[in-house]
């Protein structure tokens, strides 16, 4: 009998409107992504999102290497091409490979003709590291490199499902910039040393979003939705038991009055309790519904933040405080407590900025992803 019979996401980020630039085309490209499959398995599907596109897209082909290297091409029903239509997702057929935990699989994508690049998300970390040539070589084993460039931007390419055990389910990270980038990396690192094997780390995160607010000029769009739109999308995640939501400092820290930025009125500073009402309104029923586990995630110091003032922290703590102690979670992830000084808890510990007084150093994210108790995940 086969052993594999649940599909589970292994792998997953957030699609959001991509950073608006001089040049948001691309013509004759090809995008390749390495990615770490946390579970044995003998089936792959992916997942495709054009979502906030206003465009079609052509994805001329598409392929996956599996243990010997070997490109495997991706299909949709048969077809090896796919149009992706503006505000939609794609689901690929089921793809035959046999896959062991650990491996790492390179997903390529090529692009023939002129590509609307709209639908993405910038993720860093260790595990989030991505390419780009010009020219046609997703067949390729390498890449040419004098036509190829890293990039951290993931394109498309949304969410990777696995045919695999019973037993193996997902963990949902969902947030900010500040889960944008490494510590989701540094948890799934983390689990495989300690020999957990049966959960996987999805990255559900987009940098300078917000609960309650979204902008709606070029300058921020890159911000992405509010959380009344992204979550419902974003926590569909094949296998999910579980989701920590490390979220909503961009709420506190955004607005400055419309005399220094027109778009980011003092209209939009919320109350403690406009934040909590959004979580209650947002978040936990349709987590709930989806029978999953639900994990607070405190928000980190911002002292020395640009837009830092000591109101603005009072409302950080006083959400902080009721994310440790509100019965509408299953648990606390306490961040704040694990990345702050204990000689003065609104900063940061020494060494744990990277600078700019708002995100984390890598050795910050490495003690958030530390802080997480694994016997609860499994």
Same mark, same amino acid.
């Given at each position: 009998?086969?052993?594999?019979?649940?599909?589970?996401?292994?792998?997953?980020?957030?699609?959001?409107?991509?950073?608006?630039?001089?040049?948001?085309?691309?013509?004759?490209?090809?995008?390749?992504?390495?990615?770490?499959?946390?579970?044995?398995?003998?089936?792959?599907?992916?997942?495709?999102?054009?979502?906030?596109?206003?465009? %079609?897209?052509?994805?001329?082909?598409?392929?996956?290497?599996?243990?010997?290297?070997?490109?495997?091409?991706?299909?949709?029903?048969?077809?090896?091409?796919?149009?992706?239509?503006?505000?939609?997702?794609?689901?690929?057929?089921?793809?035959?490979?046999?896959?062991?935990?650990?491996?790492?699989?390179?997903?390529?994508?090529?692009?023939?003709?002129?590509?609307?690049?709209?639908?993405?998300?910038?993720?860093?970390?260790?595990?989030?590291?991505?390419?780009?040539?010009?020219?046609?070589?997703?067949?390729?084993?390498?890449? =040419?490199?004098?036509?190829?460039?890293?990039?951290?931007?993931?394109?498309?390419?949304?969410? #990777?499902?696995?045919?695999?055990?019973?037993?193996?389910?997902?963990?949902?990270?969902?947030?900010?910039?500040?889960?944008?980038?490494?510590? =989701?990396?540094?948890?799934? $690192?983390?689990?495989?040393?300690?020999?957990?094997?049966?959960?996987?780390? #999805?990255?559900?995160?987009?940098?300078?979003?917000?609960? $309650?607010?979204?902008?709606?000029?070029?300058?921020?769009?890159?911000?992405?939705?509010?959380?009344?739109?992204?979550?419902?999308?974003?926590?569909?995640?094949?296998?999910?038991?579980? $989701?920590? #939501?490390?979220?909503?400092?961009?709420?506190?820290?955004?607005?400055?009055? /419309?005399?220094?930025?027109?778009?980011?009125?003092?209209?939009?500073?919320?109350?403690?309790?406009?934040?909590?009402?959004?979580?209650?309104?947002?978040?936990?029923?349709?987590?709930?519904?989806?029978?999953?586990?639900?994990?607070?995630?405190?928000?980190?110091?911002?002292?020395?933040?640009?837009?830092?003032? =000591?109101?603005?922290?009072?409302?950080?703590?006083?959400?902080?405080?009721?994310?440790?102690?509100? =019965?509408?979670?299953?648990?606390?992830?306490?961040?704040?407590?694990?990345?702050?000084? /204990?000689?003065?808890?609104?900063?940061?510990?020494?060494?744990?900025? %990277?600078?700019?007084?708002?995100?984390?150093?890598?050795?910050?994210?490495?003690?958030?992803?530390?802080?997480?108790?694994?016997?609860?995940?499994?």
């Amino acid at each position: 009998m086969n052993q594999y019979t649940k599909w589970v996401a292994c792998w997953g980020n957030a699609t959001s409107i991509t950073d608006r630039k001089e040049a948001v085309y691309a013509k004759d490209i090809t995008l390749r992504y390495p990615i770490r499959i946390c579970f044995s398995g003998s089936a792959l599907r992916f997942r495709f999102s054009n979502l906030t596109g206003t465009e %079609s897209i052509g994805l001329t082909k598409a392929f996956v290497s599996d243990n010997d290297g070997v490109s495997v091409p991706i299909t949709f029903c048969g077809s090896k091409s796919v149009e992706i239509a503006p505000g939609t997702e794609i689901e690929s057929d089921a793809i035959a490979i046999d896959i062991t935990a650990g491996q790492t699989v390179n997903v390529s994508m090529y692009f023939a003709g002129y590509t609307q690049m709209n639908a993405g998300t910038l993720i860093t970390g260790p595990l989030s590291k991505g390419q780009y040539s010009y020219g046609d070589f997703a067949e390729s084993a390498q890449l =040419p490199a004098d036509l190829t460039r890293n990039t951290n931007w993931f394109y498309f390419l949304n969410t #990777i499902d696995i045919l695999t055990e019973e037993k193996n389910h997902a963990l949902i990270c969902y947030g900010d910039s500040i889960t944008a980038q490494s510590w =989701p990396d540094y948890l799934t $690192l983390r689990i495989a040393e300690e020999g957990i094997g049966n959960v996987s780390v #999805i990255r559900r995160a987009v940098s300078g979003t917000r609960i $309650l607010r979204q902008y709606d000029c070029i300058t921020y769009q890159a911000y992405g939705r509010k959380e009344a739109t992204r979550f419902p999308i974003e926590a569909h995640v094949a296998g999910a038991s579980a $989701l920590i #939501i490390q979220h909503r400092i961009n709420d506190i820290i955004h607005p400055v009055g /419309t005399d220094v930025n027109p778009f980011r009125p003092w209209s939009d500073m919320p109350t403690c309790q406009d934040l909590i009402d959004g979580v209650r309104s947002i978040y936990l029923p349709h987590a709930r519904k989806l029978g999953l586990r639900i994990w607070s995630g405190t928000l980190l110091p911002i002292l020395g933040w640009r837009t830092y003032t =000591p109101e603005r922290d009072a409302i950080r703590q006083e959400f902080n405080s009721w994310l440790r102690t509100s =019965p509408d979670f299953d648990l606390c992830v306490d961040f704040d407590k694990a990345v702050r000084d /204990t000689s003065d808890p609104l900063a940061f510990a020494p060494g744990f900025d %990277s600078g700019d007084h708002l995100h984390p150093s890598e050795s910050a994210y490495k003690a958030m992803a530390g802080c997480i108790p694994l016997d609860k995940l499994q």
